[in-house]
């Protein structure tokens, strides 16, 4: 069964508009299983873990499946540590960014499994405050997602494109116009709240529609036009401003977030999804 959508979008109360998970997004599809561990990469060291490095099947609460995810730790801003999990491998590397609420990365963990197997390099991860992440008094989103980045690309991936959905669909953007920001491009699936300001600490009037102009990545936007988390009008307006970037305007009917890959059932991919994996494997 499908699982219902919301478009309802957390607060700054909720420890920073993009910090939290969409728990309402929902993850159609089967939930990606994951080999936890502990140790490091040699290439990536991490800090000692007081994050809880369960596996994914775990974290989500969900039946996990066959695919190998591993969870790892990331060192992001200040002492924060971030929980994320990873699967595939390859010099194509995507980072996932949910939305609001306490799900976190749950809300991509049936994604990540069928996206490795498309020969991509995929980590996603709880934001600061989430799930199994710590917490910091200054939330800073921006230099987590960047951190997960930097972190993915020294374990091979040479070109990263971040997704974000939902309430973390402007954070991408925002974090693509820092200098050296290693964002080769970005997704964003029916993002929630364009004009409003991100309002974190390292982010605390930007929003998607102030940054577009100065994004240089090649943007793919796509949004169901039945869908409240923004308006087709201002889909229209951020896409213009963001130079080459592609505007995909869906049926409505066709979800939120998430649901966008997926078709009506919940359970096989939507035509949507090849044109998001095409654009994925062209950066």
């Known amino acids: 069964m499908r699982l219902i959508r919301t478009t309802t979008v957390a607060t700054l109360a909720c420890a920073g508009l993009l910090v939290s998970g969409c728990s309402d997004d929902g993850t159609p599809g089967t939930v990606a299983s994951e080999s936890a561990s502990t140790q490091p990469t040699e290439s ?10 369960q596996p994914l099947g775990e974290r989500c609460g969900q039946t996990a499946q066959q695919d190998a995810t591993t969870a790892r730790v ?24 949910h939305g609001s609420g306490s799900r976190g990365v749950c809300n991509w963990a049936g994604e990540i499994g069928w996206l490795a197997k498309a020969g991509l390099n995929v980590v996603g991860y709880d934001q600061s405050c989430v799930g199994s992440s710590t917490c910091a008094g200054d939330v800073r989103p921006v230099e987590d997602l960047l951190a997960v980045v930097g972190d993915l690309r020294r374990r091979g991936a040479t070109k990263v494109v971040v997704v974000g959905a939902s309430a973390g669909g402007s954070l991408p953007l925002v974090a693509a116009v820092r200098p050296d920001s290693g964002i080769a491009a970005v997704v964003s699936l029916s993002p929630a709240n364009v004009a409003m300001p991100i309002g974190t600490a390292d982010a605390p009037d930007a929003t998607a529609l102030s940054v577009a102009r100065s994004v240089r990545q090649p943007v793919l936007y796509a949004l169901a036009q039945d869908d409240t988390a923004s308006t087709v009008a201002e889909m229209r307006s951020l896409s213009t401003a963001t130079k080459g970037s592609r505007l995909v305007l869906l049926p ?14 919940g359970q096989k991919p939507s035509a949507f999804r090849q044109t998001f994996l095409t654009f994925l494997r062209a950066v």
């Open 44 to 53: 990536s060291p991490s800090p000692t873990p007081s994050v809880d490095l």
């Open 74 to 97: 990331v060192k992001g801003s200040g002492d924060v540590q971030l929980y994320g999990v990873g699967a595939g491998s390859g010099r194509l590397g995507v980072v996932l960014v």
């Open 252 to 265: 409505a009917g066709s979800g939120h977030a998430q649901e966008v890959l997926y078709d009506t059932t």
